[in-house]
């Protein structure tokens, strides 16, 4: 029976709590610092959650693991990074939509909204003087808007970008093919000269460093 009672959330898709701290993400384009923000998600129940980070503007931020899972009453910090610190992007909100699921579900048991806003500095705010402006903002700000997943809408500079063998591998690579195609030592008929006739061994060092590269060159 308790167990049914901690699992009952499932069947009522967008009901479930969610536990996040802050609410709100403050950027401050003059302090370095503040352009990194963790938000931490709580998961206080019995059961494991995964979890899924969208973004209003998924280009001007960087979020380090936007997927994971949580364990039952465990919590997971969420690196948020701003990565388009420019005096037009100053004031405008965006926001995250933190998504959860039961492990075995794929519907969005619940989800919490975070907003996100980028400030010119820190000092020139006196304490309680965005209250009326935050107001005005989280009205208009109150309809939903377009969230996108943030992998798919990073840029390519903040991607791995996969490459090609270097050029150093590739050379090394024909000439060990090279060594293996000239003649043993010892071998009377040929017409290559005999200074280039390569031992046994030398041959097996070739073989086993060509079997090296391509592995190399496989991964790549």
């Known amino acids: 029976m308790q167990q049914q009672q901690h699992r009952q959330p499932e069947l009522v898709e967008g009901s479930l709590p969610v536990f996040v701290f802050p609410t709100e993400l403050v950027?401050?384009?003059?302090?370095?610092?503040?352009?990194?923000?963790?938000?931490?998600?709580?998961?206080?129940?019995?059961?494991?959650?995964?979890?899924?980070?969208?973004?209003?503007?998924?280009?001007?931020?960087?979020v380090v693991d936007s997927t994971g899972a949580v364990k039952p009453q465990c919590c997971i910090d969420i690196v948020i990074r701003h990565r388009d610190v420019r005096a037009c992007h100053y004031g405008v909100y965006d926001k995250f939509r933190l998504q959860v699921s039961e492990q075995s579900q794929r519907k969005a048991l619940g989800r919490k909204e975070v907003t996100a806003t980028l400030r010119p500095s820190?000092?020139?705010?006196?304490?309680?003087?965005?209250?009326?402006?935050?107001?005005?903002?989280?009205?208009?700000?109150?309809?939903?808007?377009?969230?996108f997943e943030q992998s798919a809408f990073?840029?390519?500079?903040?991607?791995?970008?996969?490459?090609?063998?270097?050029?150093?591998?590739?050379?090394?690579?024909?000439?060990?093919?090279?060594?293996?195609?000239?003649?043993?030592?010892?071998?009377?008929?040929?017409?290559?000269?005999?200074?280039l006739h390569l031992s046994v061994n030398k041959k097996l060092v070739a073989a086993y460093v060509l079997g090296l590269l391509t592995m190399v060159i496989l991964r790549t």
């Open 122 to 147: 820190a000092s020139q705010e006196p304490p309680g003087s965005r209250s009326l402006d935050e107001e005005r903002r989280m009205k208009e700000q109150s309809s939903d808007g377009e969230f």
């Open 154 to 195: 990073q840029s390519a500079d903040s991607r791995p970008v996969a490459g090609g063998p270097s050029l150093l591998t590739v050379l090394l690579g024909l000439v060990c093919m090279a060594a293996l195609m000239l003649p043993t030592l010892g071998e009377q008929e040929s017409t290559v000269p005999v200074y």
């Open 27 to 62: 950027f401050y384009a003059d302090e370095q610092s503040s352009h990194k923000q963790v938000l931490t998600l709580y998961n206080p129940y019995e059961f494991a959650l995964k979890f899924k980070v969208l973004c209003t503007a998924p280009n001007k931020y960087t």
